[in-house]
């Protein structure tokens, strides 16, 4: 048996109050003991860090397979359409390995950031086995996108064989409701139903997916257009908002958590709630994209349960939770909301742990022993992470190991 004690000037449990001169005792993969460092065993390893400790960041919502090959589209400064077909451009041309390797890129950013899960977004089986072999916990989501009732038998038969890839928990992401058939839609949110597995599409994103779902015209219907798709909303669309859509179509639960939610008003926001279905706010993806800005103070005003997710290089500088938060903070604060930052971190941990619907963001006896530690200090650790933690991961531990030490 191997223990160590992984001490800190502050110990942020997500269970409690923040620990001053705080400890973890870790022995093998498990943390066994949590509080101050004075009530520890004398006869293990003790490694004192400074700065602040927390749980392992949970990134709820990532593709880690658009790694470094897509980066520069995050500086290209496309509208969001152009974006999306260059971004398919790019996926033609890559092999297994390729995809291996881009998987991999992504992972190690999360590493030396201090995330230790993630829910990651997948269209090819090496990103499973990458964030396994790495042991990011957390779940892969197996997407569909570009699917009507015709293309439905082959992509079906496509999904059936990623869902059997191992090593890591599977779920399902309808990719969105302007890229797939009504239909097909509501077959995905059964086969996940029928098999356990939870659900994670992106909802709310731009004003075109509005206006597609309300009326079945822009941009979107041009694109289904010109390849050829027949969905069901074009010329027509729902006659209601991206978030009722959804729930009409079976898309929202406590099973599900849905990636950026931007476009929603009040009663939105309250279909969400009902639904008890987080929200993966991804802000700087939202303004690379031009998508718009999420009303971050009105969903921790009223309560929602909220997650924070990077999304991919593709459309994100890098994938650093805590940059992703201090954008976050910011928004937040332009919109009236003094001091989210208490908020803003069970975010980056709980809020990450309801969304996947995992036991993940505290340290407590019996959990897995990941954390992290950070270079920041101040009064507030809240204030002091958010304000200073981007880039300043001093140690990532996955399973009590030290996967990570600048
Ligand atoms: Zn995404």
């Not at 015209?217 to 074009?234: D, H, M, N, P």
Request: net charge negative; proline share 5%.
């Amino acid at each position: 048996m191997t223990a160590t004690v992984h001490a800190a000037p502050v110990v942020l449990t997500m269970t409690g109050p923040p620990l001053v001169e705080g400890a973890v005792l870790v022995e093998n993969d498990l943390v066994v003991q949590v509080g101050p460092r004075s009530g520890m065993p004398t006869s293990v390893r003790v490694r004192q860090w400074r700065g602040v400790l927390t749980p392992g960041l949970v990134n709820a919502h990532a593709h880690l397979e658009y790694g470094p090959a897509f980066a520069h589209l995050s500086s290209a400064g496309l509208p969001f359409a152009q974006w999306i077909q260059q971004l398919a451009g790019i996926r033609q041309g890559l092999s297994d390995v390729d995809w291996q390797v881009q998987a991999r890129g992504s992972a190690h950013q999360l590493l030396k950031s201090g995330t230790t899960a993630v829910a990651d977004v997948v269209t090819r089986g090496p990103a499973i086995v990458v964030a396994g072999s790495l042991g990011l916990q957390g779940i892969s989501y197996v997407e569909l996108a570009a699917v009507d009732d015709a293309r439905w038998p082959a992509a079906l038969a496509k999904l059936e064989t990623l869902l059997m890839t191992t090593g890591r928990p599977v779920g399902v992401s309808p990719h969105t409701l302007y890229t797939l058939s009504t239909a097909v839609f509501r077959e995905l949110t059964s086969l996940a139903r029928a098999r356990g597995m939870r659900l994670h599409p992106h909802l709310a994103e731009t004003a075109d997916e509005a206006e597609w779902v309300l009326s079945g015209t822009g941009a979107f219907q041009e694109i289904a257009e010109r390849f050829g798709f027949q969905f069901e909303l074009a010329g027509s669309g729902a006659g209601v908002s991206a978030v009722r859509h959804c729930a009409d179509l079976g898309g929202l639960g406590p099973d599900v958590h849905v990636a950026h939610g931007v476009h929603v008003d009040a009663s939105d926001r309250a279909i969400l709630r009902e639904h008890r279905t987080a929200v993966a706010l991804c802000t700087r993806s939202n303004a690379v994209l031009g998508a718009g800005e999420a009303p971050v103070a009105d969903y921790l005003r009223e309560g929602n349960v909220i997650a924070i997710g990077t999304d991919s290089l593709a459309s994100a500088p890098d994938l650093d939770l805590l940059a992703e938060a201090r954008a976050t903070r910011d928004l937040a604060v332009r919109q009236g909301l003094p001091r989210p930052e208490e908020q803003l971190v069970e975010a980056l941990t709980l809020g990450g742990a309801k969304a996947l619907g995992l036991d993940l963001g505290t340290l407590k006896p019996g959990c897995r022993a990941d954390l992290a530690v950070f270079d920041v200090t101040g009064d507030d650790p809240y204030k002091a992470l958010i304000d200073q933690g981007a880039g300043r991961c001093l140690a990532t531990v996955v399973g009590g190991r030290l996967v990570h030490r600048r």
